[in-house]
């Protein structure tokens, strides 16, 4: 009598590929149905770099409506204030 236990190769194989491609399939389907990351909350500026960060604002824009490619712009921060990070969110284009 044929022992019940052993299996081919060949089902081997396909039960191998049958689980991948169920895998792969509900991957997917967790995926596409996994809701979009939110949006990250708009940082606050603290009070006092309020005034400096629209100045530099103010003067990004004159830069990129005057058309030129490379344009230097000098920023200065309040003495005695930090407003590093504020300035490099608004640098890197995270505002």
Not at 13 to 28: P, R
């Amino acid at each position: 009598m044929p022992n019940p236990r052993r299996m081919s190769r060949r089902a081997w194989v396909l039960t191998w590929a049958v689980l991948c491609v169920a895998g792969l399939t509900v991957t997917a389907w967790l995926q596409a149905a996994a809701s979009p990351p939110e949006a990250r909350p708009e940082r606050r500026i603290k009070a006092e770099c309020r005034e400096h960060i629209a100045d530099l604002e103010g003067q990004l824009d004159r830069a990129r409506r005057s058309g030129e490619e490379k344009v230097g712009i000098v920023t200065f921060l309040p003495i005695g204030v930090d407003c590093t990070d504020e300035r490099a969110d608004l640098l890197r284009g995270d505002r």
